[in-house]
């Protein structure tokens, strides 16, 4: 191994720590915030608001497919039920849990054309200089070197990562890779709708895009922009030109929209769309407060309320998500957890940011560069004993939001949705 190899495997390598923190117990009542509701209302004349697409169908499921209590999942999942790794995989991928790791999120840029509340701090955040930042070939090689090693699934993310200029030429580099099977993005749609027919035949089969509120003035308000009926023109034709299913992300928080979680879930009706419910998460510069979470839990009683038919349906062990389905509707629901019943035992993803630096677990703190290595000529073999010794110190969960909330991480623009 070459010499400045070892030299930066020695000062790069992060130390993550051993200590474990599992979830607090939670309170059981919640105070109420109220936000003044605009009456402005969506464009009713959207296809994704007014026009359906797919033939409604009924699905049969079998009673023990769900909880007695829909809403009544275990957050003690137990590191036994971790996916493992398979023996043809890298040991680099596998943590001390046992927890294979085949997801990896790469942020492709940290700048953003919104400044969405719970993600950017209000003064906005200090960028990376561009010389600071992955090139295109930087990026392609340590994909190269995780796909090599047994990850199976990339997701690009930002920042907004369409407005990097070179957006299509890296879907089209990492979709070749052998051993691909899903190149995934995470957008705000601002300009997915006329940048969409290309990516995807430069091989993105996977598009995740973030709306947290259907109504045009408080879009504008919750985003410090306007753009809400480009967004909906991006979701029209992501399902028109074949994605299925459409992921819509929303990070509902009370007293500004959960009082649109059944609108939200209307768009599920007649399109192949996946509406997401994301639990409100803190991190740096979004004022994150216990107060402003609406937990799963909660959600989830209200759409069943509306919709008694909601049935659960089979998750994969690595999915971040708990999935649901009502009768008839084309779509599905989904809830994203991560603050009330975390999903730590059988998480699979990594991430790298724009600027180099990988990070094991999304919550935690510490990082090592893997950009510095590089550019000092550390040969792949070095990169993944680097990666390698990052994977093994991941903690077996996080600290839990009440932690999370004092505890120093990036804003979430500079990590990557």
Same mark, same amino acid.
């Given at each position: 191994?070459?010499?400045?190899?070892?030299?930066?495997?020695?000062?790069?390598?992060?130390?993550?720590?051993?200590?474990?923190?599992?979830?607090?117990?939670?309170?059981? /009542? %919640?105070?109420?915030?109220?936000? @003044?509701?605009?009456?402005?209302?969506?464009?009713?004349?959207?296809?994704?608001?007014?026009?359906?697409?797919?033939?409604?169908?009924?699905?049969?499921?079998?009673?023990?497919?769900?909880?007695?209590?829909?809403?009544?999942?275990?957050?003690?999942? &137990?590191?036994?039920?971790?996916?493992?790794?398979?023996?043809?995989? !890298?040991?680099?991928?596998?943590?001390?849990?046992?927890?294979?790791?085949?997801?990896?999120?790469?942020?492709?840029?940290?700048?953003?054309?919104?400044?969405?509340?719970?993600?950017?701090?209000?003064?906005?955040?200090?960028?990376?200089?561009?010389?600071?930042?992955?090139?295109?070939?930087?990026?392609?090689?340590?994909?190269?070197?995780?796909?090599?090693?047994?990850?199976?699934?990339?997701?690009?993310?930002?920042?907004? #990562?369409?407005?990097? #200029?070179?957006?299509? *030429?890296?879907?089209?580099?990492?979709?070749?890779?052998?051993?691909?099977?899903? =190149?995934?993005?995470?957008?705000?749609?601002?300009?997915?709708?006329?940048?969409?027919?290309?990516? $995807?035949?430069?091989?993105?089969?996977?598009?995740?895009?973030? =709306?947290?509120?259907?109504?045009?003035? $408080?879009?504008?308000? &919750?985003?410090?922009? $306007?753009?809400?009926?480009?967004?909906?023109?991006?979701?029209?034709?992501?399902?028109?030109?074949?994605?299925?299913?459409?992921?819509?992300?929303?990070?509902?928080?009370?007293?500004?929209?959960?009082?649109?979680?059944?609108?939200?879930?209307?768009?599920?009706?007649?399109?192949?769309?996946?509406?997401?419910?994301?639990?409100?998460?803190?991190?740096?510069?979004?004022?994150?407060?216990?107060?402003?979470?609406?937990?799963?839990?909660?959600?989830?009683?209200?759409?069943?309320?509306?919709?008694?038919?909601?049935?659960?349906?089979?998750?994969? #062990?690595?999915?971040?998500? $708990?999935?649901?389905?009502?009768?008839?509707?084309? *779509?599905?629901?989904?809830?994203?957890? /991560?603050?009330?019943?975390?999903?730590?035992?059988?998480?699979?993803?990594?991430?790298?940011?724009?600027?180099?630096? %990988?990070?094991?677990?999304?919550? *935690?703190?510490?990082?090592?560069?893997?950009?510095?290595?590089?550019? !000092?000529? @550390?040969?792949?073999?070095? =990169?993944?004993?680097?990666?390698?010794?990052?994977?093994?110190?991941?903690?077996?969960?996080?600290?839990?939001?009440?932690?999370?909330?004092?505890? !120093?991480?990036?804003? &979430?623009?500079?990590?990557?949705?």
């Amino acid at each position: 191994m070459q010499r400045s190899t070892l030299k930066y495997i020695k000062q790069h390598i992060a130390t993550l720590g051993s200590q474990v923190h599992l979830l607090p117990d939670l309170p059981c /009542s %919640f105070s109420m915030v109220h936000f @003044v509701h605009s009456q402005s209302a969506p464009n009713i004349n959207s296809p994704l608001l007014s026009g359906g697409i797919c033939e409604p169908q009924r699905v049969n499921h079998s009673q023990d497919e769900f909880f007695s209590k829909t809403y009544a999942t275990s957050c003690a999942n &137990m590191l036994s039920e971790a996916p493992q790794a398979s023996a043809p995989l !890298s040991d680099m991928l596998v943590d001390s849990f046992g927890r294979m790791h085949t997801y990896l999120r790469i942020s492709l840029t940290e700048r953003c054309n919104l400044r969405c509340q719970y993600c950017m701090p209000a003064e906005g955040v200090e960028l990376t200089p561009n010389s600071k930042l992955l090139s295109q070939g930087e990026i392609i090689r340590l994909a190269n070197l995780f796909v090599t090693s047994g990850v199976d699934k990339i997701r690009l993310t930002g920042g907004e #990562p369409t407005i990097r #200029p070179d957006i299509e *030429g890296i879907c089209l580099q990492l979709s070749n890779l052998n051993g691909l099977r899903t =190149l995934a993005m995470t957008t705000n749609g601002l300009v997915l709708a006329r940048k969409l027919p290309k990516l $995807k035949e430069c091989g993105l089969n996977s598009v995740n895009i973030s =709306l947290d509120t259907l109504v045009p003035a $408080k879009f504008e308000f &919750m985003t410090r922009r $306007k753009g809400f009926e480009r967004v909906l023109e991006s979701i029209d034709t992501a399902v028109d030109i074949g994605y299925n299913p459409v992921k819509v992300n929303c990070v509902v928080m009370r007293g500004i929209n959960d009082d649109e979680i059944h609108d939200f879930v209307e768009l599920t009706r007649d399109k192949p769309i996946n509406v997401r419910f994301i639990e409100f998460m803190p991190f740096d510069g979004n004022v994150w407060n216990f107060k402003k979470l609406v937990p799963y839990a909660e959600m989830l009683d209200r759409v069943l309320k509306q919709h008694k038919d909601l049935r659960r349906l089979q998750d994969h #062990p690595t999915d971040t998500a $708990k999935n649901f389905k009502i009768d008839g509707f084309c *779509g599905t629901v989904s809830f994203i957890t /991560s603050m009330t019943e975390h999903f730590c035992a059988g998480c699979n993803r990594l991430r790298l940011l724009a600027d180099g630096n %990988f990070k094991v677990c999304l919550f *935690g703190p510490s990082e090592v560069s893997l950009r510095d290595p590089i550019r !000092s000529g @550390v040969d792949d073999n070095g =990169l993944r004993e680097i990666i390698g010794a990052a994977v093994k110190r991941k903690k077996a969960a996080h600290a839990g939001m009440f932690d999370l909330a004092k505890t !120093s991480n990036r804003p &979430m623009i500079h990590i990557g949705g």
